[in-house]
C-alpha cells in the first residue's frame, strides 16, 4: 500500500470542495439580490419554515466542520513537524 506524504492530499481535497462552493455560491449571490444568502434562496423556492430548517441546519453543521478542518490541519502540520524533526 502506497504511503503519502502529509502534504501530497490536503490542497486537492479543497479544490475539489471549495472550488465547486464557491462557484455555487457565487452564481446563487448574482442571481438573487436580496440579502439573506442560503434563508432568501430556500425561502423563495419552498417556503419560510424549510428555509429556518435550512439555515439551523447550516448554524448546527458550521461548527462540526469547522472543528473537523481545524483537527485535520493540526494533524497535517503536526505530522509534517514531526516528519522533519525525525
Same mark, same amino acid.
Given at each position: 500500500?502506497? %504511503?503519502?506524504?502529509?502534504r501530497e492530499r490536503p490542497g486537492r481535497l479543497?479544490?475539489?470542495f471549495f472550488f465547486? +462552493? @464557491?462557484l455555487l455560491t457565487s452564481e446563487l449571490g448574482s442571481a438573487f439580490r436580496e440579502e439573506g444568502? @442560503? +434563508?432568501e434562496w430556500v425561502?423563495? @423556492?419552498?417556503g419560510r419554515r424549510l428555509a429556518a430548517?435550512?439555515?439551523?441546519?447550516?448554524w448546527v453543521s458550521n461548527p462540526i466542520w %469547522?472543528?473537523?478542518s481545524l483537527a485535520f490541519i493540526a494533524l497535517v502540520v503536526g505530522g509534517t513537524v514531526l516528519a522533519?524533526?525525525?
Open positions: 500500500m502506497p %504511503v503519502l506524504r502529509p479543497g479544490v475539489f465547486p +462552493y @464557491a444568502g @442560503a +434563508y425561502k423563495l @423556492a419552498f430548517i435550512n439555515t439551523l441546519f447550516q %469547522v472543528g473537523g522533519s524533526v525525525e
